[in-house]
Structure formats: structure tokens, C-alpha cells
């Protein structure tokens, strides 16, 4: 076959190239956004009215270094994926820690994390029997922050971690408050635990993490 038999059109060609070069710019600045992930996180405020409170450093640095070990033990590292549920100042942290991490937020100030972010509404699970399929059984550890401290909330954010979980050994992780506990415990197989998340303001409610494996072994709690 000649070359000329191969050829593009000028203008096909044009088209090419342009579709070509748009798509560099954008993995360009995919990568920049992935770079500068901890100064975008910075930019972001509180908004109170979505029940929205930062971890202080030392806990986003605490999970992060949990995540990590515990990333590392499964098989594949690579193919390991977390979920992050309403915990948007985590992302951050696990990020540079792990890849393969998606942020499932209402707020959609955090699109800006690109193909990461999931747009989710906790209450739209009842109504939706198919709701986030195409994010169901994906994911090896869960981690959640549930908005409001109510058994409605509950009840909806486990029926959520539940259809998330890749296998019935996927770990989940939960950070809320004590008040929480007869109601989670009654939709989810976990537990307390001794790790206690600790936020930028101080909050009227004893925060704690619940867990359906040992988490507290992944710190150094005296």
C-alpha cells in the first residue's frame, strides 16, 4: 500500500491534531492538579451549612499513615482502591499516599480533583435502588464521615458503604460521633475503636472511629 492510500484529508488531519494537542493540555493539567493537590486542598473552607469540619493536621497525617500500611498489604497494591465519603480534607493527604483514591462529596466545589471526585446525595439511596452502580463493588476500604449525627444518616450512609464494598472483607472505616454508636453498629459489622479523630475547631461532639477490623494496630496509640 502507498503512503498516499494512507494519507489523511487536511481537514481530517487538522482535526486530529487538534483533538490531539486538547488532550495533552488536558492530562497537562491533570498532572499539574495532581502536584499542587495539597495547596488546592488549602483554598478550600469549611462550609458549615453542609455539616462540613477539617481534620487538624495530625489526624489527616495519622489516617494517611494507616491507610498506607494498610494499602500495602493486599496483593496488588496498585489495584487496591478507597473511598472517600464526606471526608473531603483527607484527600489530600491519601492521595500522595495512594493513587487509586475517589472522593465522594456533595459539594462540588471538589470536581476540581477531576475523574477522583463522585458526586453523591446520601439521600437519594432509598429512592434510587440503583444508585451509584457504576461505583458498586469497586472499592477494597471505605472510609466515612457521615454529615449528620442521626440514625436516618446512618442507616442511608451504611446502606451506601455496603453496595461500595468490592468483597465482604473490604475494610470500612467510619469517623463520627459516640452518639452515633447503637445505630451504627445496629446497620454495619463494626466497632469502636481507641483512635480518636481530632478536627481544626473543637466540637461539641465526642468524635470517634468505628471499624469492622483491628484499625487502632495501624497507629501508635499508648
Not at 471526585?117 to 439511596?125: E, G, I, L, M, Q
Amino acid at each position: 500500500m502507498d503512503d498516499d492510500d494512507t494519507s489523511l484529508p487536511a481537514d481530517t488531519l487538522a482535526i486530529l491534531q487538534q483533538f490531539l494537542a486538547e488532550r495533552t493540555q488536558r492530562e497537562h493539567d491533570e498532572q499539574q492538579l495532581m502536584i499542587n493537590v495539597t495547596g488546592l486542598d488549602a483554598h478550600f473552607e469549611e462550609d458549615w451549612q453542609l455539616s462540613q469540619f477539617w481534620y487538624s493536621a495530625e489526624t489527616k497525617r495519622a489516617i494517611g499513615d494507616a491507610l498506607a500500611k494498610i494499602a500495602k498489604e493486599h496483593d496488588n497494591t496498585t489495584c487496591f482502591r478507597i473511598a472517600l465519603l464526606s471526608c473531603p480534607s483527607l484527600y489530600a493527604t491519601i492521595k500522595k499516599l495512594h493513587s487509586n483514591v475517589n472522593i465522594f462529596e456533595y459539594d462540588k466545589r471538589f470536581a476540581a480533583y477531576g475523574t477522583d471526585f463522585v458526586h453523591y446525595d446520601y439521600n437519594a439511596v432509598d429512592s434510587n435502588k440503583d444508585y451509584l452502580s457504576h461505583q458498586n463493588q469497586c472499592y477494597d476500604l471505605i472510609i466515612a464521615d457521615p454529615p449528620f449525627l442521626s440514625e436516618e444518616c446512618m442507616r442511608k450512609m451504611s446502606k451506601i458503604v455496603n453496595n461500595l464494598q468490592r468483597r465482604s472483607d473490604s475494610k470500612i472505616v467510619f469517623c463520627s460521633g459516640e452518639v452515633v454508636e447503637p445505630w451504627l453498629t445496629a446497620y454495619l459489622p463494626v466497632h469502636k475503636c481507641r483512635f480518636q479523630p481530632q478536627h481544626e475547631r473543637n466540637l461539641g461532639n465526642e468524635f470517634v472511629t468505628y471499624a469492622n477490623f483491628n484499625f487502632d494496630e495501624y497507629f501508635d496509640i499508648k
